[in-house]
């Protein structure tokens, strides 16, 4: 079972930047996607962005795009997601995923989960 663990998140100002890191343990393939959502109370989990382990071929949000971007480090077994000029908007918990499956933009193909990471962002 792959899993995940994460950091980074907090407090930031709307405008600033941020990254958040996601280790990954466990079989990796490089069929599994990797995906960010996010979710904001009273609302559902959305997506943000999601990059294949493999090709390391990207996929964003439009509404993030430009702003967000997603990459890996196999020699660290770690997907990050950097995000440039923050909005009030973005405030949200952070979960990084991964999953064998080609329908990246909704959760719930997702196997496995990190705990999640407070991003909070103030204007």
């Known amino acids: 079972q792959v899993q995940l663990v994460q950091s980074g998140g907090g407090l930031v100002q709307a405008g600033e930047s941020l990254r958040l890191s996601c280790v990954v343990s466990?079989?990796?393939?490089?069929?599994?996607?990797m995906g960010w959502f996010r979710q904001a109370p009273g609302k559902e989990r959305e997506f943000v962005a999601a990059?294949?382990?493999?090709?390391?071929?990207?996929y964003y949000e439009d509404s993030v795009k430009g702003r967000v971007t997603i990459s890996t480090d196999h020699a660290k077994n770690t997907v990050y997601l950097q995000m440039n000029s923050m909005e009030p908007e973005d405030t949200a918990v952070y979960y990084c995923?991964?999953?064998?499956?080609?329908?990246?933009?909704?959760?719930?193909?997702?196997?496995?989960w990190g705990q999640g990471t407070q991003v909070t962002v103030s204007s």
């Open positions: 990059i294949n382990w493999g090709s390391n071929r990207p």
């Open positions: 995923a991964a999953g064998r499956t080609l329908q990246y933009t909704i959760p719930q193909p997702y196997e496995s």
């Open positions: 466990g079989p990796m393939f490089s069929t599994y996607m």
